[in-house]
């Protein structure tokens, strides 16, 4: 059971590039979410996905896209790279919606920099 | 409004004493959890504690216990007998179902333990 993993552990970017930040669970969990988190700000959700074919937008979701084709898989796509997405991101995912107790499991995360 | 505010930015503690970790937060929903993240250096997101918004008793475990006090809105964690392995960054999150379930997270409080 891998949990939650991310990759790239690590990406450089120059501005105006794209790049996609893959994210893959292996609990079934219906609940998959992405986060920033920039020192002093905590953590702040960009998209969250209640289900495959289901993706809403959290508190900054501009610059970012998301889509959820299957239970699994919850890729973050950066469409045209800016310094002020430099930061790093964690997916997340739990099980679902009904209950509000249930935690959020957590990749590793990625570092992001943009130059 | 902010959904969740931890107004310590840095904690210092004794090892062997007791630290409690202050969290607030806002929400008219009656159904809600609260959850208590622990980030060491490392980077990775820890779950540590859960309390629900029906919970009667305050919920414990190990050294972890939620000081919840239901008509303040506060989710205080409360940490015994600290470790050195205790320094790291702390997160409150709340979780609301009227809101899709989304998780908020506060901004964080950095504790470290004085051998």
């Known amino acids: 059971n891998a949990g939650v993993t991310q990759t790239p552990k690590f990406q450089v970017l120059k501005t105006g590039q794209s790049m996609t930040l893959q994210c893959a669970q292996d609990m079934n969990h219906e609940y998959m979410s992405w986060y920033r988190q920039d020192p002093g700000m905590g953590l702040r959700l960009i998209h969250y996905?209640?289900?495959?074919?289901?993706?809403d937008q959290g508190e900054v979701p501009n610059g970012y896209n998301v889509s959820r084709s299957t239970t699994e898989d919850f890729p973050l796509r950066l469409l045209s790279a800016a310094p002020s997405q430099t930061s790093v991101y964690f997916c997340?995912?739990?099980?679902?919606?009904?209950?509000?107790?249930?935690?959020?499991?957590f990749g590793p995360g990625t570092r992001l920099t943009v130059l | 409004a902010q959904k969740i505010t931890q107004t310590q930015p840095g904690m210092f503690v004794q090892e062997k004493e007791a630290v409690t970790l202050d969290c607030t937060y806002d929400t008219s929903d009656p159904s809600y959890g609260l959850f208590w993240y622990k980030q060491p250096s490392s980077g990775e997101m820890i779950f540590l504690i859960y309390?629900?918004?029906?919970?009667?008793q305050n919920a414990t475990e190990g050294r972890y216990s939620l000081n919840f006090q239901k008509a303040r809105k506060s989710a205080n964690l409360v940490i015994s007998a600290s470790q050195l392995g205790d320094s790291a960054m702390y997160f409150c999150?709340?979780?609301?179902?009227?809101?899709?379930?989304?998780?908020?997270f506060g901004t964080g409080t950095s504790l470290t333990v004085i051998p």
């Open positions: 999150a709340m979780r609301e179902r009227t809101t899709g379930n989304q998780f908020y």
């Open positions: 997340a995912s739990s099980y679902s919606l009904g209950l509000a107790g249930d935690e959020q499991f």
């Open positions: 996905s209640v289900g495959a074919g289901i993706t």
């Open positions: 309390q629900g918004s029906y919970d009667q």
